[in-house]
């Protein structure tokens, strides 16, 4: 059964202190792990997408990574306005998307 | 208008009330989605539709019925809905669904509250 987990559930930083999300997953051939951003009371924004294990992709503060397992969120000196809760989501043997609960980040000046 | 637009933003309906979720999606894609956000579960695909022509349906009640009358365009019917079914409801649009890059992009959602 396709499955993503996501790890923690909430973290709690001080601006300027890097950090990393993690995404778990379980798959039947790999075709695709998306990265979303989702503000409170607010669709999810689309942030990165990754296919093959040994990819990277980065946008300002954030680069996301994937293995064959795992896909990494690393948050570099990170600031308030990147709390949100981020979102991963495998594409899964259906097609569709399936998605973790989310990580719950909140960056304190 | 850019992107993907819902109405309403905020909805509070009786349990025997008939409303409806507007979607529009102004991206030229051909897949549009309904997803549910509950408070502490992941989002819950409800309706895909593939060039106008609903593809899935996650064994979701009879009382949500989707439209699609074209690729730019698509609601969410509700009728007798229950408590339980408060939550955030979701349209996405992505360029088709089984596109390679098959990034899919959210609208603000509708919060609906049922009493």
């Known amino acids: 059964e396709d499955q993503v987990t996501q790890s923690p559930e909430a973290l709690r930083l001080q601006e300027g202190e890097s950090s990393s999300l993690n995404c778990s997953y379980t798959?039947?051939?790999?075709?695709?792990l998306f990265w979303y951003r989702q503000d409170p009371g607010k669709g999810p924004e689309f942030l990165f997408t990754?296919?093959?294990a040994g990819e990277e992709k980065e946008k300002e503060r954030l680069k996301a990574t994937l293995t064959k397992k795992e896909s990494f969120l690393h948050i570099t000196a990170p600031k308030p306005e990147d709390s949100a809760t981020y979102l991963c989501?495998?594409?899964?043997?259906?097609?569709?998307?399936?998605f973790g609960k989310g990580t719950k980040l909140s960056v304190k000046p | 208008e850019t992107g993907v637009t819902q109405t309403p933003r905020h909805l509070v309906m009786g349990m025997t009330n008939k409303k409806s979720l507007k979607c529009e999606q102004h991206?030229?894609?051909?897949?549009m989605y309904w997803y549910k956000q509950s408070a502490k579960k992941p989002l819950e695909l409800m309706f895909v539709?593939?060039?106008?022509?609903?593809?899935e349906n996650n064994s979701v009640p009879s009382r949500f019925s989707p439209e699609c009358p074209n690729s730019s365009h698509l609601f969410l019917h509700l009728h007798t809905l229950q408590p339980e079914d408060s939550a955030l409801y979701l349209c996405a649009s992505s360029q088709d669904k089984s596109a390679r890059y098959g990034e899919q992009f959210f609208g603000p959602g509708t919060r609906l509250t049922v009493l």
């Open positions: 989501a495998v594409r899964g043997s259906q097609g569709n998307l399936i």
């Open positions: 991206l030229g894609h051909n897949a």
């Open positions: 539709y593939n060039f106008k022509e609903q593809t």
């Open positions: 798959v039947s051939g790999l075709r695709g």
């Open positions: 990754l296919y093959s």
